[in-house]
């Protein structure tokens, strides 16, 4: 069973930076389709922010991710970061973890959540 583990939230000023990780635990190779970046507001549902694709140098923008988001990996590591850049009030939410361990287009396994927010 993978297990997605994020870290790396926080509090930051308008105009700072952080970068989330995400670690997968796996019994086995861990080796996903896809894996991505979500967040949510309260009262809002959860948006894709980012994703890429594990074997590929493939990335998928959500439609209202900002250019000041940027997603790396380390696949020895099993690892993934989102690099959050010139953050805003707006950026506030608590962002998820999310891949395709079952190889196919739809993120069945997903992390707890972690919380950023932003403040003027």
């Known amino acids: 069973q993978v297990q997605l583990v994020e870290s790396g939230g926080g509090s930051v000023q308008a105009g700072g930076s952080l970068r989330l990780s995400c670690v997968a635990s796996?019994?086995?190779?861990?080796?996903?389709?896809?894996i991505g970046w979500f967040r949510q507001v309260p009262g809002k549902e959860r948006e894709f922010v980012i994703g890429m694709s594990w074997n590929k140098d493939n990335t998928y923008y959500g439609d209202a991710v900002p250019g000041r988001f940027t997603m790396s990996r380390d696949n020895a590591k099993n690892t993934v970061y989102l690099h959050m850049n010139s953050l805003q009030p707006e950026d506030t939410a608590v962002y998820y973890c999310?891949?395709?361990?079952?190889?196919?287009?739809?993120?069945?396994?997903w992390g707890q959540g972690i919380q950023v927010t932003v403040s003027s």
């Open positions: 999310a891949a395709s361990v079952k190889y196919t287009t739809t993120y069945d396994t």
């Open positions: 796996s019994g086995r190779t861990f080796s996903p389709y896809v």
